[in-house]
C-alpha cells in the first residue's frame, strides 16, 4: 500500500513539475515576459513624470529590461529597484539650489543590471544610470547619498 501512494506521489509531482515546465517555456511565459515588460516601463515612466514634475522640465527613462537575466526578471520587481533613483531626484527637487542643479544636470534616467562589479550610480552627459545589484540592500539611501555626492 506504501509503495502504491509513493508511486502516485512520484506520478503526480512529476505531472506538475512538467506541467510547470512548459508553461514557463513556452508562449504563456513569453506573454508574461512581455506584460512584465510593459508594466515595468509605464511604472519607470509614471515616476520620472512625477520627478520632472517636481523638479520642472523633462526626464526620459530606459530601461534595459532585457539586459536582467531570466531569474531576475521573473523573481523581481525590476521597476521598484530603479524607481528608488527617480524618488531621490524629487525629494532633491524641494530645496530650490538642488532643483536647479538637476534641471541643469539631469536629462535621462537608465536603469541596467550591475556588471561584475557590482551596484553603481553614476551621471554622465546628462544620464543617471543605476546599475543594479540584487543582492545590495537599502537602494533609497544609496541613490540619495550616490546624487548628492556625484551632482
Known amino acids: 500500500m506504501k509503495a502504491n501512494n509513493l508511486h502516485r506521489r512520484l506520478v ?3 505531472a506538475v513539475f512538467g506541467l510547470t515546465g512548459s508553461a514557463v517555456s513556452g508562449p504563456a511565459f513569453a506573454e508574461d515576459e512581455a506584460e512584465r515588460r510593459f508594466k515595468a516601463k509605464n ?14 522640465g523633462q526626464l526620459k ?5 532585457d539586459r536582467f537575466d ?19 531626484l524629487r525629494g532633491l527637487c524641494r530645496g530650490p539650489k538642488t532643483k ?12 541596467m543590471p550591475a556588471s561584475k562589479d557590482g551596484r553603481n550610480l553614476t551621471i554622465a552627459d546628462g ?3 543605476l546599475f543594479i545589484d540584487f543582492e545590495a ?10 546624487l548628492v555626492r556625484k551632482l
Do not use: M, P
Open 127 to 129: 544620464t543617471v544610470t
Open 43 to 56: 511604472q519607470l515612466v509614471k515616476a520620472a513624470g512625477k520627478a520632472a514634475e517636481k523638479c520642472g
Open 61 to 65: 527613462v530606459e530601461l534595459a529590461y
Open 137 to 146: 540592500a537599502n537602494y533609497g539611501q544609496f541613490a540619495r547619498r550616490a
Open 100 to 111: 536647479a542643479i538637476v534641471q541643469r544636470r539631469i536629462k535621462r534616467f537608465r536603469c
Open 12 to 14: 503526480l509531482g512529476l
Open 70 to 88: 531570466k531569474r531576475a526578471r521573473q523573481r523581481y520587481a525590476i521597476a521598484s529597484w530603479c524607481e528608488h533613483v527617480l524618488d531621490q
